[in-house]
């Protein structure tokens, strides 16, 4: 069985910056890309970005494009989201997901089978 926690959540004001961690554990293996979700109140769950973890290669969102940066540590078994220059915009719930055994980058939330609980960020002055 394959767990996601994500952690680095939380509220700052427009402009600052956040970092989002994503801890896997269990059946790794299979794993081969991972990707960050949003969902805001009364919105769909959009995706934000994602990497595929051999290859390294990576896809954004328009509206983060620039701002926003996606990274792997196969060692640790983690990804990261760096965000920065933040908007209220921004405000929604992360989540982490797992895509097992294809390493076609995508944001379509469909092809992603595990996820993880999610992370509240907050972007309010």
């Known amino acids: 069985q394959l767990q996601l926690v994500e952690s680095g959540g939380g509220s700052v004001q427009p402009g600052g910056s956040l970092r989002l961690s994503c801890a896997t554990s269990?059946?790794?293996?299979?794993?081969?890309?991972m990707g960050w979700f949003r969902q805001a109140p009364g919105k769909e769950r959009e995706g934000v970005s994602c990497?595929?973890?051999?290859?390294?290669?990576?896809v954004y969102a328009d509206s983060v494009k620039g701002r926003f940066t996606i990274s792997r540590d196969n060692a640790k078994k983690v990804v990261y989201l760096e965000m920065n220059s933040l908007n209220p915009e921004d405000t929604a719930i992360y989540y982490c997901?797992?895509?097992?055994?294809?390493?076609?980058?995508?944001?379509?939330?469909?092809?992603?089978?595990?996820w993880g609980q999610g992370t509240q960020v907050t972007v309010s002055s």
């Open positions: 990497i595929s973890m051999l290859f390294g290669s990576t």
């Open positions: 269990g059946f790794t293996a299979a794993v081969s890309t």
């Open positions: 997901a797992a895509r097992l055994n294809s390493h076609s980058i995508t944001l379509n939330p469909s092809n992603f089978g595990a």
